[in-house]
């Protein structure tokens, strides 16, 4: 059933407040929009529920926008080595998740007390394959920091995992991406995409 318009006359709260009398569809307090405002700009009762109602709801949403700004001013003053560091925790933490179940990619080890999520081609010396999947995977602490890598079982460990045709791409990979500069763009969206993929079930 279609509401019918009622004329612009204050009831309940407005009580009293002629309107403009004026049939209308959506009133408040009986009042039409614009006697609804004007009711509260120039009544008594009218300034103290726009101080109750909608002052407090103002004063919310700017202080939550005086926040955003100020989280994006932080953001915005952080330096690209800040952002990778930050971009790595979640990366190397998907790193451990998706290979929770394999052996250490280089020695097979499957007791290690400490897993780390090693690079094969190292990350500071070949920063644009930092966030490469197939160059970082799950590897032991031995391996990864006593053994510097263990760079050359690790190749084998990949062409297993991976096959020959895979590790040469990652090499050539490797050779174009030596010194590459991420921009905060791509570190921000792989932020996301590595939280993401963390809370979805694996």
Request: charged share 40%.
């Given at each position: 059933m279609k509401a019918k318009p009622k004329a612009c006359k204050g009831i309940n709260k407005a009580h009293g407040y002629e309107g403009c009398g004026k049939e209308v569809l959506n009133r408040k307090f009986g009042l039409c929009p614009y006697c609804f405002w004007d009711w509260m700009q120039n009544t008594e009762g009218g300034r103290l529920h726009y101080k109750k109602q909608f002052i407090p709801k103002v004063e919310?949403?700017?202080?939550?926008?005086?926040?955003?700004?100020?989280?994006?001013?932080?953001?915005?003053?952080?330096?690209?080595?800040?952002?990778?560091?930050?971009?790595?925790?979640?990366?190397?933490?998907?790193?451990?998740?998706?290979?929770?179940?394999?052996?250490?990619?280089?020695?097979?080890?499957?007791?290690?007390?400490?897993?780390?999520?090693?690079?094969?081609?190292?990350?500071?010396?070949?920063?644009?394959?930092?966030?490469?999947?197939v160059n970082v995977n799950k590897q032991c602490e031995k391996c990864n920091t006593f053994l510097d890598g263990n760079e050359s079982e690790y190749r084998v460990g990949l062409v297993k995992k991976y096959g020959q045709d895979a590790v040469l791409e990652l090499e050539q990979r490797a050779n174009e991406l030596r010194v590459y500069s991420f921009s905060r763009e791509e570190l921000k969206e792989l932020k996301l995409k590595y939280q993401r993929l963390l809370k979805k079930p694996r």
């Open positions: 919310s949403r700017t202080k939550k926008e005086i926040r955003k700004k100020e989280r994006q001013r932080r953001e915005d003053l952080k330096s690209i080595a800040r952002l990778i560091q930050e971009t790595r925790k979640p990366f190397q933490k998907f790193i451990r998740s998706r290979d929770a179940n394999d052996a250490c990619i280089s020695c097979e080890t499957t007791t290690a007390k400490i897993w780390h999520a090693g690079h094969y081609k190292k990350a500071e010396l070949f920063t644009g394959l930092i966030f490469d999947e």
